[in-house]
């Protein structure tokens, strides 16, 4: 066994342990771990991820969501070729805590990641789309990312094949529980939540971000990191385990100490919109990588 798969090892069983003594996984309780319900603000095809976890007692459904949670993250960080190191940060921290969906992203990209390998694209397009979709606000720049590099690639039969797969989950939900589209779009586009110290909600001011796509040596198709930045600026609420997934592909162990620095300072010292300068200091960790310093993205490499 090596020191990192024990440290690792480590690390999950503390996680169990902290998940039964503590009470923890709020977010999961009242929202995710339960069958979908009008004004829920994920959309139902999520629910088939964690419903289930809603038949386990509390705190056993809490630390096995948990504990797979941060196994998606450390595989990720595997698959990617980063420091798993990554889960220590406070947006990962915090989604473990409160049992929140970016794992489920996390997942997503790593499954997108799958798609450019040979006949396998077949395979995990559909599962990889409805995992980044099951948080549209986090994920649906990288979902958009896939779809046009499956066309892309290999044409409108490589959309269609996942789109099995995606029609069928949607079949699903609504066996389960209804027509929920439209009370799902309600609740997403009447979302009010005022600026605070702690939420920048940059739609539609954000937008303007989109021009940095079209920079000299900067593909979208070859920087999904850059994408899953933009995509924090483009929703109408932020909260900071919404940077989990641009973490795990920004991939770099230098933003351990720049997300503990700005949370402290936004938590502690509330500092004004910490929310709109701890992205921002990701995204311009993300440009300068891809235009100063010319580097390939590790989720480049793995795809």
């Known amino acids: ?38 004004g829920a603000t994920a959309p139902a095809y999520a629910y088939l991820f964690t419903a289930p976890f809603g038949w386990l007692p509390y705190p056993a459904n809490f630390a096995l969501f948990a504990g797979l949670s941060a196994i998606c993250v450390m595989w990720a960080c595997q698959r990617f070729g980063i420091t798993w190191l990554i889960i220590l940060t406070p947006p990962v921290l915090s989604l473990l805590w409160l049992g929140q969906l970016e794992a489920l992203v996390v997942l997503g990209a790593v499954l997108a990641a799958e798609v450019g390998q040979g006949d ?7 599962p990889a789309w409805l995992l980044l979709m099951a948080k549209p606000t986090v994920g649906i720049g990288l979902a958009l990312w896939l779809l046009w590099r499956l066309w892309k690639q290999d044409g409108a039969v490589a959309v269609w094949v996942p789109a099995v797969v995606v029609i069928a989950a949607l079949l699903l939900t609504l066996v389960l529980w209804g027509s929920w589209g439209a009370d799902w779009l309600h609740v997403m586009t009447h ?64 933003l351990i100490g720049v997300t503990w620095l700005a949370t402290a300072l936004g938590v502690f010292y509330k500092a004004p919109l910490y929310m709109l300068w701890l992205p921002g200091l990701v995204l311009a960790f993300v440009l300068w990588r891809v235009n100063g310093r010319g580097q390939t993205w590790r989720f480049q490499r793995a795809i």
């Open 1 to 38: 066994m090596t020191r990192r798969l024990a440290a690792q090892i480590g690390f999950i069983i503390g996680l169990f342990v902290a998940c039964i003594m503590f009470e923890g996984g709020r977010d999961g309780v009242l929202w995710f771990w339960r069958d979908w319900f009008p």
């Open 191 to 254: 979302f009010d939540e005022p600026l605070s110290h702690d939420n920048f909600g940059g739609w539609p001011y954000g937008a303007i971000l989109l021009l940095l796509l079209a920079l000299p040596g900067v593909s979208p198709k070859k920087q999904p990191a850059l994408i899953a930045a933009l995509t924090f600026f483009l929703v109408p609420y932020t909260r900071i385990y919404h940077l989990t997934p641009l973490l795990v592909l920004a991939g770099s162990p230098l």
């Open 120 to 126: 396998r694209a077949a395979v995990w397009a559909g």
